[in-house]
């Protein structure tokens, strides 16, 4: 009896995503909070203050539990504890890292900070702290003072004191920052990037507290946010959410061949970033600036993409990209990394370039012909 009553309110529309993450058919029960969530959220609920948690299928549900999850539900829980969840602030899925989903879930239900209006709290002119950064020209990662302050538009970071001057300036203008936990090898490694003189320049961070890290990634966001408002004045804020901050659509390592296309394969590590329509490659996976990178534009503009032609049987898992200038040839380490290379790359070649894109694809090909 108690197990079709509690299938029959994970069939309702509001229960049918996890509450925190929003990954299909959750099928965890938050005791407490009343809501409906996956394993790995239900995680975070046992382990934080928020509470006790129940599978839906394994454990048994007495009636007052089922009444009490039937009183509460998924959407009466989000119309209480997102009431007010800044416009610019992170809501993670279920393909974030982890970090992001805790601090969401523990700033949710422990912290309530969206129960109010909290833009106090990351919408901030400044902020200063320190995180571990990775140092340039070695793996070691040291504790550095971070600042970013909103009137001058910049993060900046110090090696010493900060009478002795930045070591670093990031404008806020060029500014990204997206969560690395595997390739930085810490479960709370933030890459924050920005463009120098054309080039992508990339600094590696993290926090050991996860609350710290993400706030520091959500103060990113309200300045990138405010930046986009000023520089896009008239713009729907729904389109200037996505270009706050944004991921790597995909990362890996390929290998790569020179212009003649007879020149040895190296193995290099690419990154491709489907907001800037760019393929950028570096010698090693945390490098300071990519050795090199590809504009891509769209099939409408002379650029394409297909499989590797059989040339030589290494190009069995080759990827062939046409630019209006040359023709790239790069071989995946095996048939499953091409066809999601394959995938996303087409993806971009198949969208239409703006103006925006157009400028870009211009300045990029005269930086690159130097
Ligand atoms: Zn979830």
């Not at 509690?6 to 959750?26: F, Q, R, T, V, Y």
């Not at 393909?95 to 833009?119: G, H, P, S």
């Amino acid at each position: 009896m108690s197990y079709r009553n509690i299938l029959e309110l994970l069939k309702l529309p509001e229960n049918s995503h996890c509450a925190d993450c929003g990954k299909p058919d959750p099928d965890w029960a938050s005791c407490n909070m009343g809501v409906f969530v996956c394993l790995q959220c239900s995680g975070v609920h046992r382990i934080s203050s928020i509470g006790k948690v129940k599978s839906t299928q394994l454990d048994n549900m007495e009636h007052d539990l089922i009444e009490f999850m039937r009183s509460h539900g998924n959407q009466r829980s989000k119309d209480e504890y997102e009431a007010c969840v800044p416009p610019f602030y992170y809501i993670p899925t279920e393909k974030d890292v982890m970090v992001l989903k805790e601090q969401w879930i523990r700033a949710k239900y422990e912290r309530r900070e969206f129960t109010r209006d909290t833009n106090s709290l990351y919408a901030v002119e400044y902020k200063e702290g320190y995180l571990w950064k990775k140092g340039r020209d070695n793996g070691q990662f040291l504790k550095r003072l971070f600042v970013f302050s909103e009137s001058e538009g910049l993060l900046k970071y110090y090696t010493k004191d900060k009478h002795f001057g930045p070591k670093g300036k990031i404008p806020i203008q060029s500014l990204n920052a997206m969560f690395q936990g595997d390739k930085i090898k810490h479960p709370h490694g933030l890459e924050i990037t920005c463009v120098v003189d054309g080039r992508t320049r990339s600094i590696y961070v993290y926090h050991e507290n996860g609350a710290e890290i993400v706030t520091w990634y959500n103060v990113l966001r309200s300045a990138r946010f405010n930046y986009l408002k000023k520089t896009f004045p008239g713009t729907a804020e729904a389109e200037l959410i996505p270009k706050i901050t944004r991921s790597y659509t995909k990362s890996g390592y390929m290998a790569k061949t020179g212009p003649t296309q007879k020149e040895a394969f190296k193995k290099r590590w690419f990154n491709l970033d489907s907001e800037e329509r760019k393929l950028l490659y570096y010698k090693k996976p945390l490098d300071p600036f990519e050795q090199g990178g590809l504009f891509i534009g769209s099939n409408k503009c002379g650029y394409q993409v297909s499989e590797g032609l059989n040339k030589n049987s290494k190009w069995d898992t080759g990827i062939v990209i046409k630019t209006p200038e040359r023709e790239f040839v790069f071989t995946c380490e095996n048939t499953k990394e091409q066809k999601e290379w394959l995938e996303a790359l087409r993806e971009i070649i198949f969208r239409p370039m703006t103006t925006q894109d157009v400028t870009e694809e211009a300045r990029f090909r005269k930086s690159t012909k130097k």
